[in-house]
Nanobody, 131 residues
Framework: QFVESGGGLVQPGGSLRLSCVISGYFLHGYSSYCLGWVRQAPGSEREGVAIIAHDDTTTYANAVKGRFSISQDSALNTLYLQMSNLKPEDNGTYYC????????????????????????WGQGTQVTVAS
C-alpha cells in the first residue's frame, strides 16, 4: 500500500513537500528498486517527474530540474518530493510508484521515460498552483 500526502493549494513560486508511506513491501529484499513520482495534469497523460533508485541515484524530468528534489528514508519506508518555485504547469495529481527488481539494477532513466515499468502505485495527491 502506498499512501501519499502533502498536496494542496499553493501560490506560484511557493513550495510543497509530498510524502509517500510505503507499507507491505520489504524494499531491501529486492536486488534493486526504483521509487518515483508521476503526475497527471487534467486532460493529459501521466508523466514521470522524478525517480530515486535503491542506491539514491536520482533522475528528474527536464521540466522540474532545479526545482524539485526527490529523497527517501529507508528506515521509515517513505518517499518524499520537495517542490519549490511551483508553477501553474505543475498542477495535477501526483502519484508515487515503485518498480522492484528481483535481479539486476533498476535503470531510473528507463523508468522515468516509461512509467508503465512501475509495478505498484499510490492513489495520488492533488497539487494546485494558483494565485
Amino acid at each position: 500500500q502506498f499512501v501519499e500526502s502533502g498536496g494542496g493549494l499553493v501560490q506560484p513560486g511557493g513550495s510543497l513537500r509530498l510524502s509517500c508511506v510505503i507499507s507491505g513491501y520489504f524494499l531491501h529484499g529486492y536486488s534493486s528498486y526504483c521509487l518515483g513520482w508521476v503526475r497527471q495534469a487534467p486532460g493529459s497523460e501521466r508523466e514521470g517527474v522524478a525517480i530515486i533508485a535503491h542506491d539514491d541515484t536520482t533522475t528528474y524530468a527536464n521540466a522540474v530540474k532545479g526545482r524539485f528534489s526527490i529523497s527517501q528514508d529507508s528506515a521509515l519506508n517513505t518517499l518524499y518530493l520537495q517542490m519549490s518555485n511551483l508553477k501553474p504547469e505543475d498542477n495535477g495529481t501526483y502519484y508515487c510508484a515503485a518498480r522492484f527488481m528481483e535481479e539486476g539494477p533498476c535503470d531510473s532513466d528507463d523508468v522515468l521515460e516509461n512509467i508503465a515499468l512501475f509495478h505498484a502505485w499510490g492513489q495520488g495527491t492533488q497539487v494546485t498552483v494558483a494565485s
